[in-house]
């Protein structure tokens, strides 16, 4: 029979980090480096676009700065095109249901890249996409975020311990498995999304994770049970207290996050009242033994009342709004490994 022969292959997708192994997450986050060298100091015309004619859906139903703009910015950088359909553009959830629009959207597409609420939409949005999904945020993961969170740890220990002078970039000349591993990271939060792509990154990563949440406000199980596992083969610690100054004891790396997750407005009121004593100060480092050389993080975007202006400003401490620029070289290189190479 003449004709095209049509391969009916099934999609790889980025749902979570739990999926993957360290060397899979450390290689994409060692390719992150290598794209932010490109971008930011390689001749346009040096640049190869391997995405050209390619389009990727960009399905979002809540609002975003950070995984919006790096999606974007990466697809055009990659040569490609990014194309934006917020809730309030495209039929879905009013006239249209997830499944439907899933096969529909993915009918025209490369990729979507979807920011959901429940993980069980971008669940279905995967079972029923013929071409790559990339989680941009579920109440469960935010595995892109996490991606960026690596990259910023390792080239801030690539500098220090290379003593890398101001005005010089040299992270990616090292592989991040030799920076990362025996650092140990004090969450003080809520165990929402962002604390739960740290568990299922960090330990397999060799990075311990210490972590302290409002009595209520914990980790869904299997979440802690795949931190767990992967600390055992590690080495790594895997610990969770209610005490702030417990998790922070000896942490190289402190991290928070909003107290009250898009989705949860109508319980700020209650929250406010149960993270009392949960907002990062140094007072609270001081009294918690943090390591001397503690660095602070955050996803952004920042709320006061999880870390005062003094932690989150710290031009010594802080490194928040390199953590936020490195969401745009990390989700290049997810999307250029699912678009361009085809799996991660
Ligand atoms: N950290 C993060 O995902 O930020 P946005 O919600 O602005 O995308
Ligand atoms: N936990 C936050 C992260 C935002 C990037 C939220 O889900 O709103």
């Known amino acids: 029979m003449t004709g095209i022969h049509i391969e009916a292959k099934k999609p790889n997708h ?8 360290a060397e899979q997450l450390l290689d994409l986050v060692y390719n992150s480096l290598q794209f932010k060298v490109q971008a930011k100091y390689t001749p346009s015309e040096e640049i190869k676009r391997p995405l050209a004619g390619k389009t990727l859906a960009v399905l979002f139903s809540k609002r975003s700065t950070r995984t919006r703009i790096a999606t974007e910015s990466s697809m055009a950088f990659l040569g490609g095109h990014a194309m934006f359909l917020g809730s309030q553009d495209i039929q879905l959830g009013v006239n249209e249901s997830l499944l439907d629009t899933a096969r529909v959207v993915s009918s025209m597409v490369h990729g979507i890249m979807a920011r959901v609420k429940g993980h069980d939409e971008i669940e279905t949005l995967a079972k029923e996409s013929s071409v790559p999904v990339i989680n941009a945020l579920s109440d469960k993961y935010h595995p892109t975020q996490i991606l960026a969170d690596l990259m910023t740890i390792h080239e801030y220990y690539h500098n220090k311990n290379n003593n890398v002078p101001e005005g010089i970039y040299s992270a990616h000349t090292q592989h991040p498995r030799e920076t990362l591993p025996g650092k140990k990271v004090a969450w003080v939060g809520d165990g929402n999304n962002i604390l739960q792509e740290i568990l299922v990154a960090f330990p397999k990563c060799g990075i311990s994770v210490a972590a302290a949440c409002p009595p209520g406000y914990t980790c869904d199980q299997d979440v802690i049970d795949i931190a767990l596992a992967d600390a055992k083969k590690t080495g790594a610690s895997v610990t969770f207290t209610t005490q702030p100054e417990e998790a922070i004891k000896d942490s190289d790396i402190i991290i928070t996050d909003t107290w009250v997750s898009m989705g949860q407005e109508e319980e700020k009121k209650k929250r406010l009242i149960d993270f009392k004593g949960y ?7 001081a009294r918690g033994g943090a390591k001397p050389d503690w660095i602070f993080m955050h996803c952004l975007p920042r709320k006061p009342e999880e870390v005062d202006d ?35």
């Open 310 to 344: 003094e932690v989150f400003y710290d031009k010594e401490r802080s490194v928040v709004f390199q953590e936020a620029e490195n969401r745009k070289y990390t989700i290049t290189a997810v999307i250029d490994a699912l678009l361009n190479k085809g799996s991660i």
């Open 279 to 285: 907002q990062v100060t140094k007072d609270l480092i």
């Open 14 to 21: 980025f749902i979570t980090t739990a999926d993957f192994t």
